[in-house]
């Protein structure tokens, strides 16, 4: 055990100077018949919270952690196991399986879950043309075996959610590229992984994680409807949901909330991987969410949808290179396990009070009656359209009151 000298983490009710103590984050507050705890499904990322250096692309690490110190052997062996990199296959497995089975010890003595698991399918050499959409079957091979003990290991774990990050899935240059090829192997790569989940009883949920750019010059899950495209278009919308991540979003040009948004919309958001970016530098900065209005809107996407389970909020942020203190590391979840509490009261506020669904109620009134409830329910005609232009001549166009709303909104922040 490593001694942090950090007390436990108590809540609520701490001076604005007091950043080891929870303002906002209430566990057993119960809002709209649910505790917070259960809308607020937090989940530390072991990738980027235990295991990140502060190093980036232009510099050595920054972060040393006491966790991370000890002999060269177990420095070996724990980035072995990490990165699931033997010399063979066996190897690698061997050293997930022993690794594993000290997790598995240290959940069942802790009572901490996984909220999700995924495989590594980028970071080895032989994934530098993609794993799933390689164009060597050999190297998709690899990948599949690869996959195959992930999924074991999952189910092994209790994982909740299984997500696949599909970072090298994609291309630099089109001219060496068979994109319909290349498209149809990794739908068939999910087939096999969703006939071997059910083969082996895993009850975990399928997630994909869209990402625009880093490191392929074109990433074939850009965003949450290129995902829901390819899922529909070769029949998995039924096995998989997105896992959104909102840096990755404003990457894809959009704002934070987008993705979030449109997933919900077609029934397919399944979790969140809560961290944020600088979209004015144009990469993947993973940082801790600290912006109110950014997670006032994505709660409210939660709690109209209901719920987000199996998944949960999963904070894949790393620590600035900068913030080498380990109490920075308490700090910053506390900081953003606060600022989605206080944006689910926001949510919870805005969706109660009603004034803002009200107003787009009645902006879409005219789909409640006559040709609209036609339009509605698929039944119209152009015919129809016709007919009812000829007879009503030209439309009263209405104010789209953004500012109006966006006042409202800001009210309740």
């Not at 050293?95 to 999700?116: F, H, M, P, R, Y």
């Not at 630099?172 to 087939?191: G, I, P, Y």
């Not at 959104?244 to 919900?264: C, F, K, Q, R, W």
Request: with cysteine.
């Amino acid at each position: 055990m490593v001694h942090t000298g950090i007390p436990k983490i108590r809540s609520p009710n701490a001076g604005p100077g007091d950043v080891l103590r929870f303002k906002q984050y209430n566990a057993e507050e119960v809002l709209m018949g649910r505790k917070m705890e259960d809308w607020l499904r937090f989940s530390v990322c072991y990738w980027h919270t235990f295991c990140g250096t502060g190093a980036d692309q232009f510099g050595s690490p920054t972060l040393h952690r006491p966790w991370n110190e000890g002999t060269m052997d177990s420095a070996k062996k724990r980035l072995r196991a990490a990165f699931h990199q033997g010399s063979t296959l066996e190897e690698s497995n061997r050293n997930l399986e022993e690794i594993t089975d000290l997790a598995l010890q240290l959940q069942s003595e802790t009572g901490i879950k996984v909220l999700w698991a995924t495989c590594n399918l980028f970071a080895h050499q032989r994934y530098m043309n993609g794993a799933a959409t390689n164009p060597d079957c050999h190297v998709l091979a690899y990948a599949g075996a690869q996959l195959k003990k992930g999924l074991d290991t999952a189910k092994k774990l209790g994982a909740e959610n299984f997500v696949f990050c599909g970072a090298r899935e994609g291309f630099f240059s089109v001219h060496n590229t068979d994109v319909a090829a290349e498209l149809k192997h990794m739908a068939n790569f999910f087939k096999m992984a969703v006939k071997y989940k059910e083969k082996i009883g895993l009850k975990c949920q399928f997630l994909i994680e869209p990402k625009p750019k880093e490191p392929c010059k074109h990433q074939y899950d850009y965003d949450a409807m290129s995902v829901i495209g390819f899922l529909q278009h070769y029949c998995l919308e039924s096995h998989f949901k997105l896992n959104i991540e909102p840096n990755h979003t404003t990457l894809a040009g959009h704002s934070y909330e987008h993705d979030v948004v449109m997933a919900s919309a077609f029934g397919m958001l399944g979790s969140v991987d809560s961290n944020t970016g600088s979209p004015d530098l144009g990469w993947d900065t993973d940082q801790f969410p600290m912006d109110i209005r950014n997670t006032t809107v994505v709660m409210k996407v939660i709690v109209e949808q209901g719920v987000l389970q199996p998944g949960g909020l999963n904070f894949d942020a790393k620590m600035r290179r900068e913030s080498t203190d380990l109490q920075d590391l308490f700090i910053a979840h506390i900081g953003a396990m606060d600022t989605f509490a206080r944006g689910l009261r926001n949510a919870v506020r805005i969706i109660k009070d009603g004034l803002i669904a009200g107003m787009v109620k009645q902006r879409y009134s005219s789909f409640s009656h006559g040709l609209g409830q036609r339009v509605e329910d698929g039944s119209a005609s152009l015919e129809e359209m016709e007919a009812f232009i000829k007879q009503t001549g030209e439309p009263n166009v209405t104010s789209g009151k953004q500012e109006k709303y966006e006042s409202i909104f800001n009210h309740y922040i």
